[in-house]
């Protein structure tokens, strides 16, 4: 294998063999490709794209460069879901434990924050003690008697993938379809599951802002997937104003244990369930959409959900009390009203600018290394459709520190596009790929 060769060929768009796109990943592992051969390569897999076929074998390439899991000991089907990230995005929170309480063994493996979107590990790390750090066999061992684990991806999982995220993040080279979809495949792959619901955000919070961009990157997680010989189906859902009306670190645990007990806010709900019920019939637990939707309204009914995601912070070394005396969350010192600018209907919301000034506040990190801000976040009551008036109190911005608060919460009044006239939030659950064919969902 000549580097300079394969490289070559990707940037004339020449198509490259699975062999070849094999024998760089083990040679970039080797250190017989290096990181400067690497960024140049990914320069041209931006420009040029991939092929499906090229995708899957890079794919492929990406999860063999680390340990794969097997779960065969573990009985029961094992689903996971895969959100491409947004504002107030806490589903996993709710939908983990909810979806076990149903008979779905779940290995979530998650991320911290990125960019202006939140990280389910950063929303974890509040609840005091709970482990996200854990050895493959400690998983294995809470899969095993609880049914659901919540974690970081062990040091072992896809090793290209660190490498090579490292260099698309300081090479501009991270908005590329078939790049974004083999490092999240390489990850999900490998953690061993027999099956995958993405839930690919659009909207001025997501990734993907415009709904094209975000089918073509939803079709391309789903087929990669399904020809890795997994099941999967997508959801394109809406991401034009954050999910429920917090978003920041310990308030959006709050929120997602509301939404086990009161099934509120409503959009949070809607969106889990969705989820919920495709990963209920991927596993094979139900055909029929009605019956699933049943079970899982009783796992709410009977308290199981919130049961299992009691036992589910116990086991991994959190204090379970804090499901009922949420004032055990770590609480903000400061706080400050968010006001409305002028009066009328909000009519959109730069959820983008919401996610960032959160980063200002420190509930995200602006470089790798820095601390977040557990306390820190906003409740955001208005949202799309909502009547105001000039001056009024629309939701609380908090934690930080009262001058940051001042200029956080300008920018946050500022992503809200206050008219005239009322206008409709985007369609929240839009369609569901499943490999073949786009659906209403
Ligand atoms: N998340 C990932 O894990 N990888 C990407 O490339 C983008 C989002």
């Known amino acids: 294998m000549i580097p300079y060769r394969l490289i070559s060929k990707k940037r004339g768009g020449g198509e490259l063999t699975p062999a070849e796109i094999g024998q760089l990943i083990t040679a970039y592992l080797a250190g017989d490709f290096t990181d400067e051969q690497m960024a140049a390569f ?10 499906p076929k090229e995708t899957a074998a890079l794919t492929r390439a990406m999860t063999a460069s680390g340990e794969v899991w097997d779960l065969a ?5 094992k689903i996971d879901k895969h959100s491409t990230g947004g504002v107030g995005d806490k589903v996993s929170l709710v939908l983990a434990p909810w979806i076990a309480a149903c008979g779905v063994v779940v290995p979530m493996m998650s991320g911290r924050g ?14 005091p003690g709970f482990e996200t750090a854990l050895t493959k066999q400690k998983a294995i061992r809470v899969l095993k008697k609880i049914g659901v684990v919540l974690l970081a991806a062990t040091p072992g999982i896809a090793q290209a993938d660190r490498r090579m995220y490292a260099l698309r993040d300081a090479t501009g080279t991270v908005e590329s379809i078939p790049l974004i979809t083999a490092s999240i495949l390489a990850k999900k792959l490998a953690e061993g599951a027999n099956g995958y619901v993405f839930d690919v955000k659009y909207g001025s919070g997501a990734f993907m802002v415009d709904l094209p961009a975000a089918k073509t990157l939803a079709e391309s997680l789903v087929k990669i997937a399904q020809s890795a010989g997994k099941k999967a189906v997508a959801l394109l859902t809406a ?9 920041g670190n310990a308030c959006e645990v709050v929120e997602a244990i509301g939404c086990l007990q009161i099934r509120r806010p409503d959009d949070l709900y ?5 989820l919920a019920v495709e990963m209920l019939i991927l596993a094979g637990l139900f055909r029929s959409r009605v019956r699933a939707i049943d079970r899982l309204e009783k796992a709410i009914d009977d308290g199981s959900a919130l049961d299992k995601l009691r036992a589910m912070i116990k086991a991994q070394g959190g204090d ?3 499901v009922d005396e949420p004032l055990r969350l770590p609480q903000p010192k400061c ?3 968010l006001r409305a600018s002028k009066t009328g209907y909000v009519q959109k919301i730069d959820t983008c600018r919401i996610g960032w000034a959160l980063v200002e506040l420190g509930v995200g990190r602006k470089k790798s290394d820095d601390e977040v801000d557990l306390t820190a976040g906003i409740i955001l009551e208005k949202k799309i459709g909502a009547r105001v008036i000039k001056g009024e109190i629309v939701g609380s911005v908090f934690g930080g520190t ?3 608060l001042k200029v956080v919460s300008d920018e946050i009044s500022a992503s809200l596009v206050i008219g005239p006239t009322r206008k409709k939030p985007a369609k929240l659950i839009h369609s569901r790929f499943d490999g073949r064919r786009w659906t209403e969902a």
């Open 42 to 51: 990914l320069m041209a897999v931006c420009i040029n794209g991939l092929t």
């Open 73 to 77: 000991s573990i009985s029961g089907p």
């Open 114 to 127: 990125l960019g202006h979107t939140g990280g389910t590990l950063d929303k974890l790390a509040a609840i």
């Open 239 to 247: 991401m034009d104003q954050p999910t429920g009306f917090a978003a």
């Open 270 to 274: 809607r969106i889990t369930r969705a």
């Open 320 to 322: 379970p009390r804090v």
């Open 335 to 337: 706080s400050q009203p």
């Open 402 to 404: 009262k001058s940051k």
